[in-house]
């Protein structure tokens, strides 16, 4: 089979390797689709602490089943699927609590081992054991379906930062995962969104979403246009979506009392500190949470989002 090796810092090679064989409990994935996520990026520009080269990329995986394990039970072949790409271990203390995306021994497809950039994929018996791979309802294509990992991390994000009926919320950053957790939000039951780019072209592209305003900083002041739109209160909800110290430092100012701002983008790794008046977290009584990934109940809910065709995800 053909597939796309990371070999070192900025070196990609298409190569031909052996198709791969399934475990016992595991599958063979035809690969039909595999988004590129900020992840990979990061990983072929920097390289990535967990990743051992060289390594096949890419987590954001849908396909068919291609060879069905030795007691593999439930799959045929010929069956489209899309990949929940983070396999939980099921039983440290974090995924006992319900905490998937904090398990001690998480193994993500196209990280710690080979992933979706390759024509077929391995994916070993704990992600079949655990849930991992859905089938994608007819109707629904391929290209959508790779989308239930970055989805599902907007769903833990919406869910950790609890967002309800009647929020406001504001999006900094407009890039793919930006526009996904607008869309989430609406579907959480945000009553305004506020989308903040700099970037002129791409906050126009990012028209397609659901967001009710569109701002850049290149244009205007935001902390001041978010209080503006929130008669003064501040938005309920801020979801940082991009690496920018300066973008979560902003976030705290424009956050309402009570409200919870979102440490959505992780910040390069050679500058992650930011200053900021932490005053305004004691007096606005405000809630500061990161959040990163999502677990295979969120990428479930991920894709009956996209199949359910009610939010505008296909047009992503
Ligand atoms: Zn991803
Ligand atoms: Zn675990």
């Given at each position: 089979m053909k597939a796309a090796f990371l070999t070192g810092i900025q070196s990609i090679e298409l190569r031909e390797a052996p198709r791969?064989?399934?475990?016992?409990?595991?599958?063979?994935?035809?690969?039909?689709?595999?988004?590129?996520?900020?992840?990979?990026?990061?990983?072929?520009?920097?390289?990535?602490?967990?990743?051992?080269?060289?390594?096949?990329?890419?987590?954001?995986?849908?396909?068919?089943?291609?060879?069905?394990?030795?007691?593999?039970?439930?799959?045929?072949?010929?069956?489209?699927?899309?990949?929940?790409?983070n396999i939980p271990c099921g039983v440290c203390f974090y995924c006992q609590r319900g905490a998937q995306t904090c398990c001690e021994k998480l193994q993500t497809i196209g990280i710690h081992r080979d992933g979706g950039f390759a024509q077929y994929v391995a994916i070993p018996a704990q992600a079949v054991k655990q849930g991992c791979v859905m089938p994608v309802p007819e109707g629904i294509s391929f290209e959508e379906a790779a989308l239930i990992d970055p989805v599902s991390c907007a769903i833990n994000a919406a869910e950790l930062s609890r967002?309800?009926?009647?929020?406001?919320?504001?999006?900094?950053?407009?890039?793919?995962?930006?526009?996904?957790?607008?869309?989430?939000?609406?579907?959480?039951?945000?009553?305004?969104?506020?989308?903040?780019?700099?970037?002129?072209?791409?906050?126009?592209?990012?028209?397609?979403?659901?967001?009710?305003?569109?701002?850049?900083?290149?244009?205007?002041?935001?902390?001041?246009?978010?209080t503006q739109e929130t008669e003064g209160r501040g938005a309920d909800v801020?979801?940082?979506?991009?690496?920018s110290g300066q973008?979560?430092?902003e976030a705290l100012k424009m956050v309402a009392r009570r409200g919870n701002v979102n440490l959505f983008g992780g910040l390069p790794k050679d500058s992650p500190f930011i200053k900021f008046n932490s005053n305004l977290i004691h007096y606005k009584e405000a809630f500061v949470i990161g959040t990163h990934g999502g677990s295979t109940r969120q990428c479930k809910v991920a894709l009956d989002m996209i199949a359910s065709g009610k939010s505008k995800l296909r047009n992503m």
């Open positions: 791969p064989e399934p475990s016992m409990g595991g599958l063979i994935v035809k690969v039909k689709a595999c988004a590129i996520c900020g992840t990979d990026v990061k990983m072929y520009k920097y390289g990535y602490s967990a990743a051992k080269l060289p390594l096949i990329p890419g987590h954001e995986l849908a396909g068919t089943i291609a060879q069905v394990g030795e007691n593999t039970r439930g799959y045929q072949e010929g069956d489209r699927v899309a990949v929940a790409p967002i309800k009926v009647g929020d406001v919320v504001v999006v900094i950053g407009a890039g793919p995962v930006g526009c996904l957790n607008v869309e989430v939000s609406r579907a959480f039951g945000a009553q305004k969104i506020i989308l903040v780019q700099r970037s002129l072209s791409r906050l126009k592209e990012a028209e397609f979403t659901a967001a009710d305003v569109y701002v850049s900083p290149l244009k205007e002041d935001i902390v001041e246009r978010v801020v979801i940082v979506a991009c690496g973008a979560q430092e």
